[in-house]
């Protein structure tokens, strides 16, 4: 995990050993094959470029399963804030590719969650198994 003093609480990154968009790639396969919804992938660069701006790559993955989500935001309505789920993939000054996402207990802190209400939106193990 990657640990910095000035990034936010609750937010974990990990390093990538492929380039932002095979980095998406792979997570985007792994979650339809679990039939999890892909409800949104942005290219910030490419829409960046549009503008007639510089960005380095990073690309944005809202995805979710609806049957996780809607009982917490049926109970607490501003967490639809943090749902869908989000992962992001970016490249640093250092060219180093990373994979950020909310910690689970965060969001779970944030709206003062049950336990009973957390069970499978913890994103790290699809994660972890686009990284490998």
Do not use: C
């Not at 390093?15 to 910030?44: C, N, P, T, W």
């Amino acid at each position: 995990m990657l640990v910095m003093n000035n990034y936010p609480a609750g937010i974990i990154s990990k390093e990538s050993k492929y380039s932002v968009k095979e980095s998406m790639d792979r997570l985007q396969k792994i979650l339809q094959a679990k039939g999890i919804i892909i409800f949104s992938r942005i290219d910030q660069q490419a829409e960046a470029r549009k503008a007639g701006l510089d960005l380095s790559p990073i690309e944005l993955l809202l995805f979710g399963n609806p049957r996780a989500g809607t009982p917490i935001m049926a109970a607490f309505p501003l967490a639809g804030l943090d749902l869908p789920l989000k992962i992001l993939a970016w490249q640093g000054s250092d060219q180093k590719v990373w994979i950020s996402y909310n910690e689970p207990a965060y969001i779970q802190q944030r709206y003062a969650l049950p336990d009973t209400l957390m069970k499978n939106i913890d994103p790290a193990p699809l994660v972890e198994l686009a990284l490998a």
